[in-house]
């Protein structure tokens, strides 16, 4: 069975990081791209980006440039994705998505709050 | 980047009845060599993950209901919900996936009448 299981929620002040891990069974990590995406309170989808898992190429949504980066692991079929400089309103559910022609399966999300 | 705009916002629906949600892109979606439209429909619940429906504008995913359908080509979309039933209180959300950065329309809110 394809699962993403997510890293649970976290509470970061303004200014901080944040490092969320996807670690991916039932299939082989490679074979198929990770994205991310975020919902905010009140928001809809918001696409950040995707990270080829065999070469390690990244693309970046403009709206995150600079401020996020996606890596994995391979040896653990794991994804990261690192958010820095955190703002009140990255407070958000992050999630990791596989992509096939569409987006599935998807992590069970990852709160994360910024808040002084 | 590719615009993806839904219509309605939101909708209220008696259960038995039919819900049409619209997906328009401000340009063609198509992918690969045989042109398909990389068009997706997710349905996201409360405290639950998106859910992916609908992929390449038409292809049910497997486990989904079929009151669930997808139309449409070149720009604009059809998401059909036949005969609503009360578990399909959600969000629903289009994607193109043609062109990174890939984007989702703003949603549709669809509850019961």
């Known amino acids: 069975q394809v699962q993403l299981l997510q890293s649970g929620a976290e509470v970061k002040q303004p200014g901080a990081s944040v490092k969320i891990s996807c670690e991916a069974s039932g299939y082989t990590l490679t074979t198929y791209a990770m994205h991310w995406v975020r919902r905010a309170p009140g928001q809809g989808l918001e696409w950040m980006g995707w990270?080829?898992?065999?070469?390690?190429?990244?693309f970046y949504s403009q709206n995150f440039q600079g401020r996020v980066t996606f890596s994995r692991d391979k040896s653990a079929s794991t994804v990261y994705m690192d958010l820095s400089s955190l703002r009140v309103e990255d407070t958000a559910v992050y999630y990791c998505?596989?992509?096939?022609?569409?987006?599935?399966?998807w992590g069970q999300g990852t709160q994360v709050i910024v808040s002084s | 980047d590719i615009v993806m705009t839904q219509s309605p916002d939101s909708l209220a629906v008696s259960l038995g009845e039919t819900a049409t949600i619209n997906c328009k892109s401000s340009?063609?979606?198509?992918?690969?060599?045989?042109?398909?439209?990389?068009l997706g429909w997710y349905q996201h619940k409360s405290g639950q993950p998106p859910k992916l429906l609908i992929n390449w504008a038409s292809t049910r995913q497997s486990g989904v209901p079929d009151r669930f359908s997808g139309s449409g080509s070149g720009t604009d979309f059809i998401l059909t919900i036949s005969s609503l039933q009360a578990e399909d209180v959600a969000v629903y959300y289009c994607q193109q996936y043609s062109l990174s950065p890939q984007t989702f329309g703003q949603g549709t809110k669809v509850e019961l009448k």
């Open positions: 340009q063609r979606v198509v992918y690969g060599p045989k042109n398909r439209d990389a």
């Open positions: 990270i080829n898992t065999d070469n390690g190429n990244t």
């Open positions: 998505a596989r992509f096939n022609g569409g987006l599935a399966p």
